[in-house]
């Protein structure tokens, strides 16, 4: 049974992922990727989700794994991380239009790649699962993950089966007006990762002093 701060993780993770996702934008560059074959876009819609589902599940059942291979610890993937959602966010906020993938591609199926990874699965999203499961400290924080990751892709490819309507009623300046609030929420939770890391390090060298 999930215990409170089991759901205080659940809803650090839910809204870190979604934050650095943001499938707002993410539908607008969906319709303008499958503009040229919108009767295929409730298709390459579930086959991204479904990619970016299994890559971001991919990393959560690995992380652990990939930190001991390259004998990385938690406090400095955090603040890594860190640095990287916050320039990410910061990249966001001074951008005057939201950001673009290229809009032309020699693939004929784009759901893959570049939908499925870099746009909903990207580097942003990895790390940030990475990172969660390094704090997951027990079942109930795992669940959480997982039950986070379960809603974004799930939420991700709703808004993207929705995305041409959306596009149309938000307009240019909604699309920027969103990209800017996840834009600083991406910048203030990886300000966290950082202050988390940097906690970690300076409580390890007072107790090592101490010792």
Request: no cysteine.
């Amino acid at each position: 049974m999930f215990s409170a701060a089991d759901t205080k993780f659940a809803v650090l993770a839910f809204s870190s992922l979604f934050s650095v996702i943001n499938p707002i934008e993410a539908a607008s560059l969906f319709v303008v990727m499958t503009a040229r074959a919108p009767e295929q876009r409730r298709r390459w819609a579930l086959r991204a989700s479904s990619a970016a589902a299994m890559i971001l599940v991919l990393f959560a059942l690995t992380g652990g794994a990939i930190f001991a291979f390259f004998g990385i610890t938690l406090p400095a993937f955090q603040i890594a991380g860190g640095i990287l959602f916050t320039s990410m966010g910061l990249a966001t906020l001074k951008a005057d239009e939201p950001s673009h993938l290229p809009a032309t591609s020699s693939r004929s199926d784009p759901s893959i790649v570049p939908l499925g990874m870099p746009l909903i699965a990207g580097p942003g999203a990895i790390s940030t699962v990475m990172v969660l499961v390094g704090q997951a400290r027990d079942g109930g924080h795992r669940l959480g993950l997982a039950a986070a990751i379960a809603i974004n892709v799930a939420l991700t490819l709703l808004i993207l089966l929705a995305a041409p309507a959306i596009v149309a009623r938000i307009g240019d300046t909604g699309q920027r007006v969103v990209s800017k609030v996840m834009g600083l929420i991406t910048a203030v939770i990886g300000v966290q990762f950082v202050l988390n890391g940097v906690e970690a390090v300076a409580l390890g060298i007072l107790r090592a002093g101490r010792a």
